[in-house]
């Protein structure tokens, strides 16, 4: 399907090889905070420290 196409440098590449580029410079775009979305800035910004060291150590792939 065309979701799982991506555009890089004006080449197709499917979702594999995608992954694989990312993975190659340390970005693990399967961690459910990759990336914040619009939405969730409010939520991050209103956290109790508690919550936000949580969610660090949890995209870190840490525990404290």
């Known amino acids: 399907s ?14 594999a090889e995608f992954k694989k580029m ?8 399967d961690n459910p905070h990759f990336m914040v979305l619009q939405n969730q800035i409010q939520k ?9 060291l949580h969610l660090l150590e949890e995209c870190c792939g840490i525990k404290m």
């Open 44 to 52: 991050l910004a209103n956290m109790k420290e508690s919550e936000y």
């Open 22 to 29: 990312m993975m190659s410079v340390h970005l693990n775009i």
């Open 2 to 15: 065309n979701s799982d196409i991506f555009k890089i440098n004006d080449k197709s590449v499917l979702l």
